[in-house]
């Protein structure tokens, strides 16, 4: 039974379209701070290993209320890799393992691009789709990523 919620079907299309690519692009960058959890290594090991673990349980999190805010929505959740690859914005690095910096770096950028799109989908959202609660719910994970950005930058400067 679809949702019968004030946004007509062709906009809650329209949204979750959205959070899926989105939800994607999570789930890629969920697996990437994995990797680097599970390969750094160097002076600052420990400091970065519960840092990147940290950062994926709460993408891990964010994931799930993607993945609930679609079927709240009334639409099932993709939940395969290919899906995800295809979707995500996010690329992977298959056989290349980073130096700590290196991935510090490589992480930050994506949490920045997440960033950049969340702030035109909220737009969409509001504007295109009269969609203010998935706008408000992307405003949130917005701000969720730039908070580990600035987190990132630190390390960096």
């Not at 004030?6 to 890629?28: P, Y």
């Not at 395969?80 to 393992?97: C, D, H, Q, R, V």
């Amino acid at each position: 039974m679809k949702p019968n919620i004030g946004i007509n079907k062709k906009h809650l299309k329209n949204s979750t379209t959205l959070l899926s690519k989105i939800l994607s692009s999570e789930m890629v960058l969920y697996i990437k701070t994995r990797k680097s959890h599970w390969n750094v290594t160097g002076e600052s090991f420990m400091e970065l290993h519960k840092l990147f673990e940290n950062q994926y349980k709460e993408l891990e999190e964010s994931i799930d209320e993607i993945a609930e805010r679609i079927g709240k929505l009334g639409e099932r959740t993709i939940g395969t890799m290919n899906e995800f690859a295809e979707l995500s914005s996010i690329k992977e690095s298959p056989g290349k393992y980073l130096s700590s910096k290196e991935m510090l770096h490589e992480l930050l950028n994506d949490h920045e691009s997440i960033i950049i799109l969340l702030r035109k989908d909220i737009d969409d959202c509001s504007e295109k789709n009269k969609d203010l609660g998935t706008a408000d719910f992307l405003t949130g994970l917005m701000e969720q990523h730039e908070t580990t950005s600035w987190i990132l930058r630190r390390y960096l400067n």
